[in-house]
Nanobody
C-alpha cells in the first residue's frame, strides 16, 4: 500500500477551511482495517487527529478537532479526505494519513502501530 498526499495550499487564516486528501494505491480502502490522520508541529511528536474504520464506515476524532474536522472517502478514487473547518493557529503542522491492515480496537490513536504512511501535507494557520 502507498499513500500519496497533496502538498502546498496549506496557508489559511484562523477560522478558515481546508480539505486535505490522500490517495491509496496497491490496496482498496475497504480492505484496510484503519485509515487515520496525524499531525506534527515543529519540535513536537505526532498527534492523533482522526480515524476511519472502513468495515463499519465509522469515524473517530480527537477532542481537539471534534466538531471542526471530518473524514470522508471516495471509494471510486481510492481517496481519503480530511475536511478541516474553523481552523485555529494550534492546528498548524504537517498532516499525515496512515493505514494498517486491521482495526486496532482501542489504540487507533497511536502513531507507532501504523504500517503505511503518506508523505505529509503542511498546514499553516495564521492569527
Amino acid at each position: 500500500l502507498r499513500f500519496s498526499c497533496r502538498r502546498g495550499g496549506g496557508l489559511v487564516q484562523a477560522g478558515g477551511s481546508l480539505r486535505l486528501s490522500c490517495a491509496a494505491s496497491g490496496r482498496t480502502l475497504s480492505a484496510l482495517g484503519a485509515v487515520t490522520w496525524f499531525r506534527q508541529a515543529p519540535g513536537k511528536d505526532r498527534e492523533y487527529v482522526a480515524a476511519f474504520r472502513p468495515s463499519l464506515i465509522r469515524t473517530y476524532y480527537a477532542d481537539s478537532v471534534q466538531g471542526r474536522f471530518s473524514v470522508s472517502r471516495d471509494n471510486a478514487k481510492n481517496t481519503v479526505y480530511l475536511q478541516m473547518n474553523s481552523l485555529k493557529p494550534e492546528d498548524t503542522g504537517v498532516y499525515f494519513c496512515a493505514a494498517r491492515n486491521a482495526w486496532p480496537v482501542s489504540i487507533y490513536n497511536r502513531a507507532d502501530i501504523y504500517t503505511f504512511w503518506g508523505q505529509g501535507t503542511l498546514v499553516t494557520v495564521s492569527s
